[in-house]
């Protein structure tokens, strides 16, 4: 089942927080610290602000075994930007011991819906290169690039 997160649900989704900051760092220690991207007290902010939906996929026992952070974003009477409702997927994460099982697939399609009935002309998310995983996944969900990222470091 997908629902919106709680606060009961914080301590699962920086379990959760943490599996993700790890992929980021051994894939790119140079950019990544090890840590979390939240506080719990940010996410008790988060979880009241309608702009950013945090869903959540649990089981039987409402125990969570992924989510996804949304942000939803519009760029209104920008100079060079339509005006377009975007729903950008900050973060999307399957408990790496319940991987495989189509929750993520659930989450993914969750926020699509959520997308489809907000009036959203599209759903955008970025992939770190770091992450293969992550990119064949969206891929596999009929996502296309819509811009790369490059560096050169010096």
């Known amino acids: 089942m997908i629902r919106k997160a709680n606060i009961k649900d914080i301590p699962k989704i920086q379990d959760l927080l943490s599996q993700v900051d790890m992929v980021h760092h051994n894939g790119r220690p140079d950019i990544f610290k090890i840590g979390t991207k939240y506080s719990s007290a940010e996410l008790e902010a988060l979880l009241c602000d ?26 209104i009477n920008n100079s060079i930007l339509t005006d377009i409702k975007t729903l950008y997927i900050d973060d999307l994460c399957v408990d790496e011991n319940l991987r495989g099982k189509h929750i993520g697939k659930e989450l993914y399609e969750a926020a699509v819906k959520l997308a489809k009935d907000s009036g959203c002309y599209n759903l955008t998310l970025n992939v770190w290169s770091c992450n293969p995983s992550a990119m064949r996944f969206y891929e596999a969900q009929g996502l296309a690039p819509q811009k790369v990222g490059m560096e050169l470091i010096l």
């Open 50 to 75: 309608e702009q950013r939906p945090i869903l959540v996929s649990v089981d039987e026992n409402d125990e969570v075994m992924g989510y996804c952070f949304c942000i939803f974003q519009q760029h």
